[in-house]
Nanobody, 113 residues
Framework: QVQLVESGGGLVQPGGSLRLSCAASTSTFETMDWYRQAPGKQRELVAT???????NYAAPVKGRFTISRDSDKNTVYLQMNSLKPEDTAVYLC?????????WGQGTQVTVSS
């Protein structure tokens, strides 16, 4: 069992920044992801970081968001810069271990003036 706890969401003006954190209850050696889900929309993959630190980003966030991980702290981060209103969503941390998918409870990000 792995518990994932996100934090760092909030209300920010367009052009602002936020850093999200996802703390895992155990050491993690798998690829970890950030997803987001806006009201009325499907959940979408935002960014991925492998155990070796390799990263991938969805097109809408490339160049603005940075995913990273601190293995000593069992924590994954999502630095979000130049935020836009369309980035408003619940952001969720995800890990797949074997056949199991683990999700955090999500943290709300609202970009509005």
């Amino acid at each position: 069992q792995v518990q994932l706890v996100e934090s760092g969401g909030g209300l920010v003006q367009p052009g602002g920044s936020l850093r999200l954190s996802c703390a895992a209850s155990t050491s993690t050696f798998e690829t970890m992801d950030w997803y987001r889900q806006a009201p009325g929309k499907q959940r979408e993959l935002v960014a991925t970081v492998s155990s070796g630190g390799g990263t991938n980003y969805a097109a809408p966030v490339k160049g603005r968001f940075t995913i990273s991980r601190d293995s000593d702290k069992n924590t994954v981060y999502l630095q979000m810069n130049s935020l836009k209103p369309e980035d408003t969503a619940v952001y969720l941390c995800h890990l797949k271990r074997g056949w199991m998918d683990y999700w955090g409870q999500g943290t709300q990000v609202t970009v509005s003036s």
